[in-house]
């Protein structure tokens, strides 16, 4: 199909609109690289996808897509035996949950239905509910490893605790001593370096004994690490270091289990994005009342009540065009308006999107022929 033609009927704004029914990157892709095709087998096959796709909208409501992504390059990573990060790792989970979500609305019939042209898609979603549920409970955010993540963790972190409360009674101790205090350009503690510290005024450090962390931008303020608390800072520091150390390791843990699984979380992404592509044509098709043309290869065009997509729903007039059957050639006259060119745009915008897969704004029964090349000037 020549390119030209798809800018002059404003197919591309079509895909446009398309597109943002589409939820992933991935999807939205592929409906803006939707290009009509001129296989009469493969336009019905996609038709049906779409109207399949629109009476599962109809009977179960909306289902959305959200959460789906590409995970690729975390699945090559695990390939090479690489640890993924507690972000990667989110994203496979954020993929596991649209797809336990997309899962579920191919169950949410309400009484039994004939399997369609999509069965067999949401057939293959695996939703991977251990691995999700895992990394659910060990990663709450991409910042932050739950405490229970494992009892090691947890050990570790009890101990902080302990160990940062011993250290702030002993700093709290010293501000509220009347000498200290006075020496104090504000009654804080501060952390410098993973350490706490005292704000000092600069002519005082001498009287505060202890390790010069930092100072103010003005120099009139030093931060001071007593020596009071450097023993209990830096155990703090030792176990900060067997934390990140563990955290390291229930990454590391969580990886394993996701290359386990690498396969069906590649198909998962595969199958989750061509269903929001298809979702997103029907969606489409929903909201300008689409129906599935009937397709023939004898030239035959038959449009009932067709109504331009571009034009305001309210405004535009519908258009019924025959051509093809009983005569090959149809001539449209009348004053310059803009009525003959819509309705030649009509037909040749129409036939781009039945055979890219895509329902028409028309009655139900309309007829569309299968064109090698599409011409408009």
């Given at each position: 199909?020549?390119?030209?033609?798809?800018?002059?009927?404003?197919?591309?704004?079509?895909?446009?609109?398309?597109?943002?029914?589409?939820c992933s990157p991935e999807a939205?892709?592929?409906?803006?690289?939707?290009?009509?095709?001129?296989?009469?087998?493969?336009?019905?096959?996609?038709?049906?996808?779409?109207?399949?796709?629109?009476?599962?909208?109809?009977?179960?409501?909306?289902?959305?897509?959200?959460?789906?992504?590409?995970?690729?390059?975390?699945?090559?990573?695990?390939?090479?035996?690489?640890?993924?990060?507690?972000?990667?790792?989110?994203?496979?989970?954020?993929?596991?949950?649209?797809?336990?979500?997309?899962?579920?609305?191919?169950?949410?019939?309400?009484?039994?239905?004939?399997?369609?042209?999509?069965?067999?898609?949401?057939?293959?979603?695996?939703?991977?509910?251990?691995?999700?549920?895992?990394?659910?409970?060990?990663?709450?955010?991409?910042?932050?490893?739950?405490?229970?993540?494992?009892?090691?963790?947890?050990?570790?972190?009890?101990?902080?605790?302990?160990?940062?409360?011993?250290?702030?009674?002993?700093?709290?101790?010293?501000?509220?001593?009347?000498?200290?205090?006075?020496?104090?350009?504000?009654?804080?503690?501060t952390m410098r370096d993973g350490?706490?510290?005292?704000?000092?005024?600069?002519?005082?450090?001498?009287?505060?004994?202890?390790?010069?962390?930092?100072?103010?931008?003005?120099?009139?303020?030093?931060?001071?690490?007593?020596?009071?608390?450097?023993?209990?800072?830096?155990?703090?520091?030792?176990?900060?270091?067997?934390?990140?150390?563990?955290?390291?390791?229930?990454?590391?843990?969580?990886?394993?289990?996701?290359?386990?699984?690498?396969?069906?979380?590649?198909?998962?992404?595969?199958?989750?994005?061509?269903?929001?592509?298809?979702?997103?044509?029907?969606?489409?098709?929903?909201?300008?009342?689409?129906?599935?043309?009937?397709?023939?290869?004898?030239?035959?065009?038959?449009?009932?009540?067709?109504?331009?997509?571009?034009?305001?729903?309210?405004?535009?007039?519908?258009?019924?065009?025959?051509?093809?059957?009983?005569?090959?050639?149809?001539?449209?006259?009348?004053?310059?308006?803009?009525?003959?060119?819509?309705?030649?745009?009509?037909?040749?915008?129409?036939?781009?999107?039945?055979?890219?897969?895509?329902?028409?704004?028309?009655?139900?029964?309309?007829?569309?022929?299968?064109?090698?090349?599409?011409?408009?000037?």
């Amino acid at each position: 199909m020549n390119e030209k033609v798809l800018k002059t009927l404003e197919y591309n704004k079509i895909l446009n609109q398309l597109s943002e029914y589409a939820c992933s990157p991935e999807a939205k892709k592929r409906c803006l690289a939707l290009r009509p095709i001129t296989d009469k087998a493969q336009i019905e096959q996609l038709q049906l996808q779409t109207k399949d796709a629109l009476s599962r909208l109809f009977r179960c409501g909306n289902l959305s897509f959200s959460g789906v992504h590409s995970v690729n390059d975390s699945l090559k990573r695990l390939e090479i035996g690489a640890s993924l990060s507690a972000a990667e790792l989110l994203s496979i989970c954020s993929l596991l949950e649209a797809a336990k979500r997309v899962k579920a609305f191919s169950r949410s019939e309400k009484e039994e239905v004939p399997d369609d042209s999509l069965t067999g898609f949401f057939t293959e979603i695996e939703p991977l509910t251990p691995l999700y549920d895992e990394i659910k409970r060990c990663i709450l955010a991409e910042d932050e490893i739950a405490d229970d993540a494992s009892s090691t963790l947890h050990s570790i972190r009890r101990s902080m605790r302990g160990m940062n409360d011993k250290i702030r009674a002993q700093m709290n101790s010293m501000i509220n001593n009347t000498t200290t205090r006075s020496y104090l350009q504000d009654t804080v503690i501060t952390m410098r370096d993973g350490r706490y510290c005292l704000p000092v005024k600069a002519e005082a450090k001498s009287l505060v004994p202890g390790m010069i962390h930092d100072q103010s931008s003005t120099g009139s303020t030093l931060f001071i690490e007593p020596m009071a608390v450097v023993q209990l800072n830096n155990h703090l520091k030792e176990l900060d270091i067997k934390e990140k150390i563990e955290i390291e390791k229930i990454l590391q843990s969580l990886s394993a289990q996701a290359a386990s699984c690498s396969r069906e979380l590649e198909e998962n992404q595969k199958i989750l994005t061509k269903l929001d592509f298809i979702f997103a044509k029907a969606k489409y098709a929903k909201e300008y009342q689409g129906t599935e043309p009937i397709f023939n290869a004898d030239g035959i065009v038959d449009i009932k009540q067709g109504r331009h997509p571009l034009l305001d729903p309210k405004k535009v007039v519908p258009i019924h065009i025959y051509i093809g059957e009983d005569f090959n050639m149809l001539l449209l006259t009348g004053p310059n308006t803009g009525g003959k060119t819509v309705s030649l745009k009509t037909v040749g915008l129409f036939q781009l999107m039945g055979q890219a897969g895509l329902h028409i704004p028309a009655f139900q029964g309309s007829r569309l022929a299968v064109f090698s090349d599409i011409f408009a000037d």
